[in-house]
C-alpha cells in the first residue's frame, strides 16, 4: 500500500510569483485536505477535495486555489505570494467513510 | 480563536517511565479527537483516535483518554522509548466534515 507522496520537498519563491504542489493520495483513499503549518503552530485547514470538488475550506484568501484529479491526485496551487507564505505544506488523504486523515511529509515553500 | 489547546510546549520525560501529553478544546461539538506524532522533516503520523462515545481508547502503549465534561483529553505512553521523542499534536473535528482543528504541538523528549 503506498502512503501519501508529495512533491517538490523543497521550494523556493520570490514575493509575487505563483507556485503549484503536488499530491498523490494513498491508495484507496477519495478525499484530500491540504494544511499550511507555520513554524511553532499546528496545522491550519486550507481546503478540502471530494470527487473532484472542493468541499470545505478554512480562512484563506481566494489566491490559494486547488484541483482533484480522477485518479484522486491533487494540486495546490498559491498566487501573489506573499512572505507569510512561508511554511509547511501538508497534503493528508482519508475514504470517504473515516474521519482519520493520513499525511505526506509536506513541501517546504520559502518566499523571498 | 484558538479551539484546541496544548498548553505545554515541551515536556521531558526519563526512558520507561510514563509520558503524559494533554489538550484541551472549547468546542463541545466536536465529537472525534486524533493524536499525531510528527518527527522533523515528515508529516504528521497518526497515533491512535478516539470517539466522543467513548472515554478510553488503548492501542499497544498508547492510551488515550477523553474526559468531555472537561474538554480535555490526554495521551498517555508507557513505557516510554527513545523513539518516541518528537511532536506531538492532538487534533478534534466534527465527524463527517472536512477538517481536522489542531493544537499547537508538544515536543517530547526521552532521557537515557
Known amino acids: 500500500e503506498t502512503g501519501v507522496t508529495q512533491s517538490p520537498t523543497h521550494l523556493i519563491k520570490t514575493r509575487g510569483q505563483q507556485v503549484t504542489l503536488r499530491c498523490s493520495s494513498q491508495s484507496g483513499h477519495n478525499t484530500v485536505s491540504w494544511y499550511q503549518q507555520a513554524l511553532g503552530q499546528g496545522p491550519q485547514f486550507i481546503f478540502q477535495y471530494y470527487r473532484e470538488e472542493e468541499n470545505g475550506r478554512g480562512n484563506f484568501p481566494p489566491r490559494f486555489s486547488g484541483l482533484q484529479f480522477p485518479n484522486y491526485s491533487s494540486e495546490l496551487n498559491v498566487n501573489a505570494l506573499e512572505l507569510d507564505d512561508s511554511a509547511l505544506y501538508l497534503c493528508a488523504s482519508r475514504t470517504g467513510g473515516t474521519d482519520t486523515q493520513y499525511f505526506g511529509p509536506g513541501t517546504r515553500l520559502t518566499v523571498l | ?112
Not at chain 2, 491512535?48 to 492510551?63: H, L, Q, V, W, Y
Not at chain 2, 522509548?81 to 478534534?92: K, L, M
Not at chain 2, 473535528?93 to 472536512?98: E, F, H
Open chain 2, 1 to 112: 480563536d484558538q479551539q484546541v489547546k496544548q498548553n505545554s510546549p515541551s515536556l521531558s520525560v526519563q526512558e520507561g517511565r510514563i509520558s503524559i501529553l494533554n489538550c484541551d478544546y472549547t468546542n463541545s461539538m466536536f465529537d472525534y479527537f486524533l493524536w499525531y506524532k510528527k518527527y522533523p522533516a515528515e508529516g504528521p503520523t497518526f497515533l491512535i483516535s478516539i470517539s466522543s462515545i467513548k472515554d478510553k481508547n488503548e492501542d499497544g502503549r498508547f492510551t488515550v483518554f477523553l474526559n468531555k465534561s472537561a474538554k480535555h483529553l490526554s495521551l498517555h505512553i508507557v513505557p516510554s522509548q527513545p523513539g518516541d521523542s518528537a511532536v506531538y499534536f492532538c487534533a478534534a473535528a466534527l465527524q463527517g466534515a472536512q477538517k481536522l482543528v489542531f493544537g499547537q504541538g508538544t515536543r517530547l523528549t526521552i532521557n537515557p
